[in-house]
């Protein structure tokens, strides 16, 4: 099964196409953990297996950005090995690691996502050029989503800053991407914000159907009715990423940590369904 199949039948399982980011901070975890649990990484560990197993029938993918795990050292990414094990398999997994490097080194960074923890897609960066890319997609069960336009304050410094051809910078990333998907086996993506969504039309333009990662809905506050005629316009494969809106909303709720989590994450899946607007399935 190729990584777009596996996407549209983990959508379709559970109706929506809703990625929740597996991001812990233990600062922010429920103070009945914390006080369970004297070893934070141990209180981690509990917080996302309980996660994933209050979560698994209403998302469609889980994303783990690996600098919540890394921050912990040996420990972290012993962690990062653990969570990634507990996920069920039909459920799609993306490493959130936003790598971008020279061949050699990126072959080694594909080894350690692909070949060890099995993810099954990764976020990278294109600045070093298209060859640092490659490494990652030679294998068709697997996908790359590409910074293009990502949902931060900061990502007007440099995607949204004009080329000498006349071209915005998130364009042209598009536009290479668009060519570069033709010649490879794996499924190449892009992470288009959906803080940025009015500036989408052209990215999504110079790359149709293309597979996206949209962040930005959620703590970021960003809409994502504003991106779903430019989606359907161009074809794009949605999935839509929430991370503290789900994982921290028992921060402003009266249930229990674990009531708080399934009723945000069947809101966020409810309102990805209604109506179903969302071109992810081909």
């Not at 990414?77 to 398999?89: A, D, G, S, V």
């Not at 692909?114 to 990278?124: K, P, S």
């Not at 990662?213 to 839509?240: F, H, M, S, W």
Request: net charge negative.
């Amino acid at each position: 099964m190729n990584y777009s199949d596996k996407l549209a039948e983990a959508v379709r399982q559970c109706g929506a196409p809703l990625c929740l980011g597996l991001d812990p901070v233990y600062e922010t975890l429920p103070e009945a953990l914390k006080s369970a649990h004297s070893d934070p990484v141990e209180a981690l560990e509990v917080f996302c297996g309980k996660l994933i197993e209050l979560t698994a029938p209403f998302v469609s993918a889980y994303k783990l950005n690996t600098a919540y795990y890394e921050a912990w050292g040996s420990a972290g990414f012993e962690l990062l090995e653990k969570i990634t094990r507990r996920i069920p398999e039909h459920i799609v997994t993306i490493a959130d690691t936003k790598r971008g490097d020279v061949p050699h080194t990126a072959l080694k960074y594909k080894e350690a996502f692909f070949d060890h923890l099995n993810f099954d897609a990764i976020t990278l960066s294109p600045l070093m050029g298209k060859d640092t890319l490659r490494p990652f997609l030679e294998d068709y069960r697997k996908a790359c989503y590409i910074l293009t336009l990502t949902s931060n304050d900061g990502a007007s410094d440099f995607f949204m800053q004009r080329l000498q051809n006349g071209r915005f910078l998130c364009e042209e990333i598009a536009d290479q991407l668009h060519g570069l998907s033709g010649e490879v086996q794996g499924q190449v993506g892009m992470v288009v914000g959906a803080t940025h969504s009015r500036d989408a039309d052209a990215v999504c333009k110079a790359f149709p159907q293309s597979h996206l990662l949209t962040p930005g809905i959620g703590a970021q506050q960003g809409n994502p009715d504003e991106l779903i005629d430019v989606i359907n316009r161009y074809r794009c494969k949605a999935l839509i990423p929430v991370s503290r809106g789900i994982i921290e909303a028992h921060k402003n709720s009266s249930q229990s940590w674990t009531e708080a989590v399934v009723t945000a994450t069947k809101n966020f899946n409810r309102n990805l369904q209604e109506p179903a607007r969302w071109h992810v399935t081909t």
